[in-house]
């Protein structure tokens, strides 16, 4: 598959780097399972992050991914193959990318057979959207968790097809995998109840749909309280309650259709109505006592990053923490196209060709796609899930329409003048229309034989349609020829096909090479002078590894504290697991406020050296000080003495002439612009694109111990406190006072002289 090799050039123009920020946590936890064991990783109390309250990875972490990584480590070295851990990480995203086009070929194969499952394939294995968190070095959890997603959804469809305990059995596995692997498995366990009260509104229950999610519900919820991270939730929290009034519903469905078969039409009335009331009943008990166990909680039992999925103001109002990570934007319109194209221009035709028939596999497909279209369009990471959505629906439309237009030139014929067909003929033909085979005649005698035998069993409906069939032999030729293009029309047809399917790879190339190849931590930018490479993120850190000491603590925006701990070795005070709001606020307290007040709340946690990440040299935009009004709303959130008014003018943040005071006087813009004038002596900064408010300042409480190349990262030490100098300066107090004490009495006269 593409996907598998899409980190190979990623690899050979960058070198094997592991990308953006959570893989460096997910490769430090899985260096350490490596060398410690399964057992030691689970009871894990990570000193280094959190500082001084420090985590529990064990506990607090979905260990799939690294589990999996890990496991393929173990196996290659047993199998004398020296490859590092480093090596193993980089490169599981592309060989679960392959994985996950295969599960997509077995998903859409379920719903509209093997033609389109392979365009479903080959088109997720191209999609940018999944190749964003699929190259080499991205190393997150996605990773592995879209291939058990799709193949999750995979088992459920193939049980639903079959009946089969034993796909059912393998479908709870799969799931608890999924449960392992990332905290969106919540989207599993809400889409399939969907889909089957979907089927149980439209009378479409059979015992395959009992097999397919009895199961799911009472051993996968079993297998999920069995991950730490999980544990209790699974049956507490209210992301999991759907599934369980769906499970009462189904059994109450399943009891009525059992009664049904043993009960005379009459009885059947009574049965049923007492089957109703009691289950009723039992559904409004079991909605009560669900209730009264959510009711303390202030959430009701929701976690923020779901209501925040139910309710897109919810985070903005309640959560700064979840609305300050860019992932947790909605998208906007141009992002959809980068990451579908021309996708969005087939989904609608294979909606279509799902309902043309209509079955349990294609309603879910099209089930997963509105509900992945509505969480993508408020979170833009989960853009991610839209993906295979998309592609098993294109991967639908384009089959159908490749079958249509190769059938429509298979039946194409060549017929000259002297051969034109007379009223009298039997054999229909034109220049536009198709004639009709041996083979199809005979399928359609075949046809009248039958409708004309189930003439007495069938309803006045098919009688007659049947007798229509009877009467005239011509109609199922003309019902066939509707199926058949001119021949014009079909190679018109397949070579707009070709050039959209060539533009969609043109496209999808372009991506991975230049949009989601290059790794974060080591950014280019070309311009006419050639190409530039930034390593600055990996010079600071190397730095701190080698010039300060082992247990010096670093400070810095929780952005980079994943990276600090894992590349530098050192502890950090927040990192990217954001449990710790307080924590979190602390710190955005400390950036917003004035040199003398960041200096004691830094000091009063241990902290050596302050960590700022600036842009304004290069024109780098996601630096600290574009982050800095979130560090003011999530650090206002906790302490009320930082007000975001008081950082903007006249609605606007602003670093220029125009800036508050309170903003010009704050540790964040000291750190970033000191010294800045000096570079091009205005101070003009690239990345806001003017000259800033402040220029000559000097630091009173933090010195300055190492900037990089670029200016990109700026590393600040705090000075010690100044209690010698304050000793002389009483000494000087005291010398002054007895001076001017003599001075007063050298006026007057000795009494014993």
């Not at 193939?158 to 479908?171: Q, R």
């Not at 497909?365 to 998309?390: D, E, K, Q």
């Not at 399928?443 to 409708?451: D, L, S, T, W």
């Not at 006072?737 to 007057?748: D, E, F």
């Amino acid at each position: 598959m593409p996907a598998s090799h899409v980190g190979v050039p990623q690899v050979i123009k960058y070198e094997s780097v592991i990308h953006e920020f959570d893989p460096y946590f997910n490769y430090r936890v899985t260096q350490f399972l490596s060398k410690s064991g399964i057992y030691e990783f689970w009871n894990w109390f990570d000193d280094r992050t959190w500082y001084p309250l420090g985590r529990v990875i064990g506990g607090t972490v979905y260990p799939g991914l690294t589990l999996t990584a890990g496991t393929i480590w173990w196996l290659l070295n047993s199998l004398n193959i020296p490859l590092s851990v480093e090596t193993v990480c980089v490169f599981t995203a592309p060989i679960f990318s392959a994985n996950a086009s295969w599960a997509t070929y077995l998903l859409t194969k379920e719903a509209k057979g093997h033609g389109a499952g392979l365009m479903a394939a080959t088109i997720l294995a191209m999609v940018p959207s999944y190749i964003s968190r699929s190259v080499a070095g991205s190393y997150d959890n996605e990773a592995v968790a879209i291939f058990a997603l799709i193949f999750t959804f995979y088992l459920y469809v193939k049980t639903l097809n079959t009946g089969s305990l034993f796909y059912a059995t393998l479908n709870a596995l799969s799931y608890f995998y999924m449960v392992c692997s990332w905290g969106g498995y919540t989207f599993i366990i809400n889409l399939i109840p969907m889909h089957v009260l979907l089927c149980i509104v439209t009378g479409r229950y059979s015992s395959r749909l009992y097999v397919a999610y009895a199961p799911l519900v009472v051993l996968g919820t079993l297998l999920a309280a069995l991950v730490p991270v999980v544990g209790f939730n699974a049956v507490l929290t209210s992301e999991h309650f759907a599934s369980f009034l769906v499970f009462i519903i189904l059994h109450v469905v399943a009891l009525v259709y059992y009664i049904k078969g043993l009960l005379t039409p009459r009885l059947f009335k009574v049965a049923m109505t007492f089957v109703l009331t009691v289950g009723l009943a039992l559904c409004l008990a079991v909605v009560a006592i669900l209730a009264a166990l959510v009711a303390s909680s202030p959430t009701k039992g929701w976690s923020g990053r779901s209501l925040s999925l139910l309710d897109p103001t919810y985070a903005s109002k309640y959560i700064p923490i979840i609305a300050s990570v860019s992932e947790h934007q909605p998208p906007t319109w141009p992002s959809y196209f980068m990451a579908i194209n021309v996708l969005a221009f087939l989904v609608p035709a294979g909606i279509i060709s799902c309902f043309l028939p209509l079955s349990d596999a294609s309603s879910f497909s099209v089930l997963y796609l509105v509900t992945s279209v509505y969480f993508s369009g408020v979170m833009v990471r989960l853009m991610l899930v839209l993906a295979p959505a998309v592609c098993i629906l294109s991967g639908i439309a384009l089959s159908e329409a490749f079958n249509v237009l190769t059938r429509s030139m298979k039946f194409q014929r060549p017929i000259s003048d002297d051969t034109l067909p007379t009223a009298g003929d039997s054999t229909p033909g034109s220049s536009s229309t198709a004639t009709i085979t041996t083979s199809t005649k005979n399928a359609n005698i075949k046809k009248e034989k039958m409708g004309t035998i189930s003439k007495e069993r069938s309803s006045k409906k098919s009688r007659k349609e049947t007798e229509l069939v009877g009467s005239s032999p011509v109609r199922p030729e003309k019902e066939e020829k509707l199926c058949v293009l001119p021949s014009e029309a079909s190679a018109m047809g397949i070579l707009f096909l070709i050039m959209l399917c060539g533009l969609y790879v043109i496209h999808c190339v372009w991506a991975a090479a230049e949009a989601y190849s290059a790794p974060s931590i080591v950014l280019t930018s070309r311009s006419h002078d050639g190409l530039h490479v930034y390593d600055d993120f990996r010079e600071s850190y190397a730095w701190l590894r080698h010039n300060t000491e082992v247990d010096d603590k670093v400070a810095s925006w929780w952005d980079y504290g994943y990276q600090t701990t894992a590349m530098a070795n050192r502890t950090v005070i927040v990192d990217n697991n954001t449990w710790n709001n307080t924590h979190i606020a602390t710190v955005g307290t400390a950036m917003s406020s004035p040199e003398k007040g960041a200096w004691e709340i830094f000091n009063s946690l241990d902290v050596k050296y302050v960590l700022v990440v600036f842009g304004g040299l290069i024109g780098y935009p996601s630096d600290d000080i574009n982050k800095f009004l979130w560090m003011v709303r999530i650090g206002g959130g906790e302490f009320p003495h930082i007000k975001e008014q008081d950082y903007l003018r006249d609605g606007n943040y602003r670093v220029d002439a125009q800036g508050t005071p309170t903003m010009l006087n704050c540790l964040m813009y000291k750190l970033c612009y000191y010294r800045f004038a000096e570079t091009d002596g205005k101070g003009f900064d690239r990345a806001r694109r003017y000259e800033i408010g402040r220029k000559h300042f000097k630091l009173t409480h933090f010195e300055e111990v190492f900037t990089t190349q670029h200016w990109m990262v700026r590393i600040y030490k705090l000075k010690p406190q100044k209690n010698r100098v304050r000793g002389k300066l009483k000494l000087k107090l005291k010398s002054s006072s007895k001076t001017s004490l003599m001075r007063k009495g050298a006026g007057k006269k000795n009494p014993w002289q």
